[in-house]
């Protein structure tokens, strides 16, 4: 009730809106169509009824629901809960052809596709991905049911080989405080869970004339010239290219297809509290997708829907065009159509593998579901689930699902320790299985991954584009299993590839030196020479005998912008042929606690504030944003003196701390739409950054 909306459940309202509105919108780009036309996440909170919904209803569930209305608000006899599901089902269906498919016919007219994020409310489902071309999640929480998830399992399942997701959103909580850093850790969560095209979020416009720092969009990262660190943006950007790239290549390989029971969700709606990709998250439990997660197997979500629209059983798997799974979890469902019912026995009758937890499947849905249908549902779940021939499998917990997989199928990736804090996504291509894994925690981790592939690995840094061979395969792990030792700095990310070819491993051909360290931490010139545009600063030269923060100093306290670090360094012939070399800027120290507001927010105190760029004798090394602070200069030392220098840059907060944050008049917004989107947290914009090197700095052979 915030204001008028187009009335998504009315085919008359939705095509209004189209002709008076979107059409023209879209005919106006001609002959240059847009690539899609996009929706964002629902938010119609409690769109639960509409002019035409009673006439609907009969059409699609056979009955007048007029006398059976008082249902949906308290008890009605034991038929109540069926009535709300009929009534969820039919709201979801309108959704599904009065909005969703007349968009996508918007769209395709017009050589454009129909993206959209698909939940929330009105009640959208996972099948309403059908009524789309592009699936779009949100959301970083990896380790649970999480809209992400939700897109990537409709991509998966119709075959559309890119997901994107909204990303970024609410970056380290406040405007402008977002780093590099938060940048590589949050994209990350988003691969693990399927992603493989990230939309950043976002991209404020700034009027000309508008005082420093410019405006910018209370729930968004501020991906522009306003922020120094922008100076790494093409390293940032080349490393999300190439991971997206990657994870786009071959089929999806997850093990688990985990069923979202629609019509349990259905049958606990409320007026007013009609999501039902909610609904279906808290049927799940919070346990599950974790459990699932810990143990080793990834995992597509599936619903009633997509089963029919797409999916068949293909022997032992439950086969989605090219993708298969070779394991169905149900966990808590007491509903469930016939046919699904039926599919699943057949899936474990052909030798797949189903588990259910808390309950079997037992109520046929729907008011006018008969008694013959409720027998059969009750006859083939105690025949699947019970009984000494049972070709499924029951457990009492969700806790218990995995061990219960394991019996049939080994993990995908089984993690010696910390397990909880490692992500993984695999995807099968004809040259070899590929593999993402992702340090999600500010901690180093250090464990054996036991694959469940065979071939060569082949370790593939997507930050600097290289291609190595990978560490020696542990002796122990089962058959069709290799077993590494692997080790993870802080929200550090590697590629497993496990292929036909034998790739040297660098470690082994260049054993470590015992060359000594040279150190870099003292005797630095650094110029101030570079702020932000539109800042009032005069720049300044600084003698740094000790690597300190910008912040420290009363001189460069609020400078934001990019500063020049330059050092001469003495090394011999052995140093400078050594192999391996690398300027490593230290170790970053885990934060004791999130901060920074409702968004992602990688917890580590980093000892380059935020970005750098490092230059040996003219030539670019690399770039340094994100753990292990280090980068490689093998080859670009000679004997004797060699320049240093390294370009670095902070965020806009140190300047913009200088002066008070520039506040707009909304009256007139607010009144007429009330106080909705004033900026938050600001406040923590009033203190300087650590800013610069904060060391220790030191050449060294690894």
Same mark, same amino acid.
């Given at each position: ?248 290549? @071959? /089929?999806? #390989?997850?093990?688990? *297809?985990?069923? !979202? +029971?629609? %019509?349990? $969700? ?132 969700? @806790? /218990?699902? #995995?061990?219960?997989? *394991?019996?049939? !199928? +080994?993990? %995908?990736? $089984? ?147 990019? $500063? ?139």
């Amino acid at each position: 009730a915030d204001g008028n909306v187009i009335d998504q459940l009315s085919k008359s309202a939705v095509q209004h809106y189209i002709t008076q509105v979107a059409a023209k919108e879209v005919e106006a780009t001609a002959p240059n169509f847009p690539h899609s036309i996009f929706c964002d996440s629902l938010e119609v909170t409690g769109e639960d009824w509409t002019p035409e919904f009673l006439a609907e209803f009969q059409k699609r569930r056979g009955y007048d629901l007029t006398p059976l209305l008082p249902a949906l608000y308290g008890e009605l006899g034991p038929k109540t809960l069926e009535i709300r599901r009929d009534w969820g089902k039919t709201l979801t269906e309108m959704f599904d052809d009065n909005f969703n498919k007349q968009f996508k016919a918007l769209a395709n007219s017009h050589q454009s596709l129909f993206r959209e994020q698909a939940y929330g409310s009105p009640s959208a489902g996972l099948m309403s991905y059908l009524s789309t071309d592009l699936p779009e999640g949100e959301g970083f929480q990896w380790h649970g049911y999480r809209a992400t998830r939700y897109a990537s399992s409709a991509s998966h399942l119709m075959g559309v080989p890119v997901t994107s997701s909204e990303t970024f959103t609410w970056l380290h909580g406040t405007v402008f405080r977002g780093t590099p850093l938060d940048i590589k850790a949050e994209a990350d969560l988003h691969f693990i869970q399927g992603v493989n095209q990230l939309v950043c979020h976002g991209y404020p416009y700034t009027a000309e004339g508008a005082p420093f720092p410019g405006w910018s969009f209370y729930a968004a990262g501020v991906f522009n010239e306003q922020n120094p660190w922008y100076l790494v943006m093409p390293d940032v950007t080349k490393y999300l290219q190439r991971v997206s790239a990657l994870l786009r290549q @071959g /089929e999806p #390989a997850n093990d688990v *297809a985990l069923y !979202l +029971a629609d %019509d349990d $969700a259905w049958a606990n709606f409320r007026p007013g509290s009609i999501s039902l990709s909610d609904g279906v998250g808290r049927q799940l439990g919070q346990q599950i997708i974790p459990s699932l997660l810990d143990h080793g197997y990834n995992m597509d979500f599936f619903d009633d829907g997509m089963l029919d629209a797409k999916g068949k059983v293909d022997g032992g798997a439950l086969a989605f065009g090219a993708v298969k799974y070779k394991t169905v979890v149900l966990a808590g469902v007491e509903r469930m159509p016939l046919s699904t019912l039926k599919s699943l026995e057949a899936f474990a009758n052909a030798g797949g593998t189903v588990v259910a937890s808390r309950s079997i499947p037992s109520i046929a849905p729907g008011y006018k579901a008969t008694d013959a249908e409720q027998k059969q549902v009750e006859e083939i779940s105690n025949r699947l689930f019970k009984g000494a021939g049972a070709k499924g499998i029951f457990v009492q917990s969700d @806790g /218990e699902v #995995a061990a219960a997989i *394991a019996k049939h !199928l +080994a993990p %995908d990736v $089984a993690i010696s320790q910390n397990s909880s804090q490692i992500g993984f996504i695999h995807r099968h291509t004809d040259g070899g299985e590929l593999y993402f894994l992702a340090n999600t925690s500010n901690q180093p981790q250090e464990f054996t991954a036991t694959f469940r592939a065979t071939g060569h690995p082949e370790v593939w840094d997507a930050l600097t584009g290289k291609v190595e061979g990978g560490p020696q395969a542990v002796a122990g792990a089962g058959s069709g299993e290799t077993s590494l030792k692997l080790s993870l700095a802080p929200y550090e990310s590697r590629i497993i590839v496990f292929g036909d070819r034998a790739l040297p491993n660098p470690a082994a051909a260049h054993p470590p030196t015992n060359l000594p360290a040279i150190d870099l931490s003292t005797g630095w010139t650094v110029k101030f020479d570079k702020p932000l545009k539109g800042t009032e600063f005069q720049p300044v030269t600084e003698t740094m005998e000790k690597l300190t923060s910008w912040s420290d100093n009363p001189k460069t306290k609020h400078f934001s912008g990019t $500063a020049t670090y330059e050092k001469t360094v003495n090394v011999n012939a052995a140093t400078a042929g050594a192999p391996g070399l690398v300027i490593s800027f230290g170790e970053g120290k885990p934060e004791a606690g999130r901060g920074g507001g409702s968004g992602y927010h990688a917890a580590l105190d980093a000892p380059v504030r935020d970005a750098a760029v490092v230059f040996v004798n003219g030539k670019r090394a690399g770039a340094v944003f994100s753990p292990p602070y280090e980068v490689n200069i093998t080859g670009l030392l000679k004997a004797g003196e060699n320049q240093i220098t390294i370009e670095v840059a902070n965020t806009s907060v140190n300047a913009i701390a200088a002066k008070d944050y520039p506040t707009y008049d909304y009256k007139a917004v607010t009144k007429e739409f009330g106080n909705r989107f004033q900026p938050q947290g600001m406040e923590v914009l009033s203190v300087p950054l650590p800013s610069g090197l904060l060391g220790p700095v030191k050449i060294e052979a690894k």
